[in-house]
């Protein structure tokens, strides 16, 4: 299934095996970007197990070269129980569905023609329709854009929701049900 937009690329879901090429090599250049070591989130594993723990990968591609020019992904984290009232007899719980939001990365060439916003949009939508009530991801102090972007589209700070050996690490959430209302 693809998106129809007027922006001079598209966004297409990543079919395996015939985008791996593709999505490797966007993962591994993110890699690059950040500088850091991944290995505390077993980067090289998940390369050799795509799609692996990513049931939905997006890829931007450049409409006039048909290049691969970005990427985002989505993963489920554990479920949480969340209270939500009580009545006289018994507390009332449900469990939380949440996702993941990964590996998103704007080749350098692509960067200020809405590539970003527009695979950030989208996985917001996929994982609203796959039924997730929140998603979450980390992002660095270094990233700052990508942080005013984030905001733009209403994830807020959150606390840490796992240990990373990386200091700084900025998490933010977003509340996924408004935007299944939206979408129905």
Not at 122 to 141: N, S, V, W, Y
Request: proline share 5%; charged share 25%.
């Amino acid at each position: 299934m693809e998106m129809i937009n007027e922006l001079p690329f598209r966004i297409k879901y990543a079919s395996f095996p015939g985008d791996l090429t593709a999505v490797t090599t966007l993962f591994n250049s993110y890699a690059e970007a950040l500088g850091i070591d991944l290995s505390f989130q077993n980067f090289i594993s998940e390369l050799a197990d795509l799609p692996g723990k990513y049931p939905v990968i997006l890829l931007a591609i450049q409409d006039a070269s048909q290049e691969s020019i970005g990427c985002v992904a989505l993963r489920p984290l554990p479920s949480v129980a969340v209270h939500n009232g009580s009545t006289s007899s018994k507390i009332i719980e449900e469990k939380k569905r949440i996702c993941e939001m990964k590996r998103l990365y704007c080749s350098p060439a692509a960067r200020g023609m809405g590539v970003g916003k527009a695979l950030v949009k989208q996985i917001i939508k996929d994982a609203a329709r796959l039924g997730f009530d929140e998603m979450r991801l980390d992002t660095l102090p270094s990233m700052e854009a990508a942080r005013k972007m984030y905001e733009s589209v209403g994830f807020v700070g959150i606390e840490a929701y796992y240990e990373t050996p990386i200091e700084g690490t900025i998490f933010l959430g977003k509340d996924l049900r408004v935007e299944r209302i939206v979408i129905v």
